[in-house]
């Protein structure tokens, strides 16, 4: 069974960037989006970004500017750049394929921002 591999996660200062990475561990047909996703403790989960296989992206209101996604369509793989990030960025980060037949789920990578 496909899954999605994260990576990239991890402790920074505020002001700081991080680059999240997430991959297919095998070919998935059709995908239609790639987005990611956040999760901060106690709090539901919420859109973060989303590019479309055309390339097409939109991002969350509060974080446009900041955040910026990426996809590489030969290697079934999307990325979340992050900078001058906040500590109410801190979450767990999870990426989702949007394919024609089937979503796709990351198993999360956390992301903690200090102040």
């Known amino acids: 069974q496909v899954q999605l591999v994260e990576s990239g996660g991890g402790l920074v200062q505020a002001g700081g960037s991080l680059r999240l990475s997430c991959a297919a561990s095998?070919?998935?047909?059709?995908?239609?989006?790639m987005g990611w996703y956040r999760q901060a403790p106690g709090k539901q989960r919420e859109f973060v970004a989303r590019?479309?296989?055309?390339?097409?992206?939109n991002y969350a209101d509060s974080l446009k500017g900041r955040f910026t996604i990426s996809r590489d369509n030969a290697k079934n793989a999307v990325y979340l750049q992050m900078n001058s990030l906040k500590p109410e960025d801190t979450a767990v980060y999870y990426c989702?394929?949007?394919?024609?037949?089937?979503?796709?789920w990351g198993q999360g990578t956390q992301v903690t921002v200090s102040s």
């Open positions: 989702n394929f949007n394919a024609i037949y089937k979503d796709y």
């Open positions: 095998g070919s998935i047909f059709a995908i239609a989006a």
């Open positions: 590019i479309t296989s055309g390339g097409s992206t």
